[in-house]
């Protein structure tokens, strides 16, 4: 079984039942019978008015019905036999549920692909947006300012702010989840773990956000990775 699923529970029940036929019909215990016709004759040499035993008392007496008895090397031919086809249905059902799931997955993936394109084709005006918003903090007492003070508040805003690395690491990730979705064999860690990832990414790009569209997306985003994330743990 381990070496058939590396993913999940799996609980085997194996349940033996005698064929209807030899279930019915135990073997008479011939060297018994034998036994005890030998003892009734032998009884009724010694006291004559001793009845004969009668069939009802021979099938009566302990021993003389034995169960069926059972092959054990075949029975564990015909258990291995019905657990590889227990465990050939299982993949077989397996493998067209993944490929299911995985045109489900797909169509979310594109859904985030989208949306971290669009986040990253606004980066010029994000930066155009926290430079406006830096200007109004100012604007009250920018002559106080010591030269060159503004310049340097802005670097540090637009540093705190930049998500050029989310959205790289958010892209390679995507491409990551759509060629192991095209590979073969047990994806179903591998999937888990880059659903971590895009996740931790998506959060530290709402957390890094400075603008309400950026904080739409990060949380539009999270809400496609948990639908994958959920969808995943279906696969093995």
Sequence with gaps: IKASLSRGRIDAVLRYQSAESSANSPELNLDTINQLMAWSRTV???????GELSIADILKWPGVLTPERIDEDQLSVTAKDALANALSAL??????????LAVVINAKLEAARDIVIGVQGR???????????LNERV??????LE???FEQEL??????SDITEEIDRLQLHLAEVANILNGSGPVGRRLDF?????????NTLGSKSNHPETTTAAVDLKVLIEQMREQI???E
């Design 155 to 160: 670097v540090l805003l637009l540093a705190k």
């Design 194 to 202: 880059l659903m971590q990832e895009l996740n931790r990414e998506a």
């Design 44 to 50: 009724q040499s010694t006291v004559p008015v001793a």
């Design 147 to 149: 030269p060159g003070r």
């Design 123 to 133: 980066v010029p005006e994000l930066e155009q947006y926290a430079r406006q918003r």
């Design 233 to 235: 743990q279906n696969i």
């Design 139 to 144: 604007s009250e007492f920018a002559e106080q």
């Design 91 to 100: 993949a077989s059902q397996r493998q067209r549920e993944g490929r299911q």
